[in-house]
Structure formats: C-alpha cells, structure tokens
Nanobody
C-alpha cells in the first residue's frame, strides 16, 4: 500500500506561481506513472500532467507552457510546477501514482489551489 499526501496548495494571485508536491509513503514502484489531476466545483476531474518511468510527459492543453511535472525517486515525491496562474486554474489538485494493468493505483487526498485577485 502507498499513501500519497499533497501539499503546497493555497491562494495565489493571477500571474503567480505555485509548486505542488506529492509525497509517497510506502513501497512505491520504480516503473509507475505519476500524474496530477484537478477538479473544480461542478466539473469532472481532469488530467493536468503526467510522466512515466521513461520521463515522457503529457501536459494538458489548458496548462501547456505554464506547468511541468517532475519526480524525485530518492525523496519519493512528484511535483507540479505551475506558472502564470489563471483564475480558471482554481481547483482541488490530486496526485496519482499507478502502474498500468495492475492493481497498483493510488490517489492523494487533494490540495486546494485558488487563483484570485
């Protein structure tokens, strides 16, 4: 079992930056996929960014050029760096780590990001 804990959320002004961190506790896989999702009120949860064990990244169109994802296998963390934040980025952000075609699939509890002036 893996426990994921997100941190770094909060209130930020439009145009500002924020770095979210996901800390994994437990036996993490060396080949898992790491991703960040977000969910705004009344909206479906959507993918923000992900990266696999090979370092390939998938960034959502809504944050292209403004966000990037990274992982630290020593610290067992997955970070989401967001810049030039917009009010529409306001959502609860969730970390996820999973291995394709297995039962290894874990989510964090979420961290609130609010972009407002």
């Amino acid at each position: 079992q893996v426990q994921l804990v997100e941190s770094g959320g909060g209130l930020v002004q439009p145009g500002g930056s924020l770095r979210l961190s996901c800390t994994a506790n437990g036996s993490v896989s060396s080949i898992d996929v790491a991703g960040w999702y977000r969910q705004a009120p009344g909206k479906e949860r959507e993918l923000v960014a992900l990266l696999n064990a090979r370092g390939l990244k998938n960034i959502a169109n809504s944050v292209l050029g403004r966000a990037t994802i990274s992982r630290d296998n020593v610290k067992n963390t997955v970070d989401l760096q967001m810049n030039s934040l917009k009010p529409e980025d306001t959502a609860v952000y969730y970390c996820r780590r999973w291995v394709q075609n297995t039962k290894y699939d874990f989510w964090g509890q979420g961290t609130q990001v609010t972009v407002s002036s």
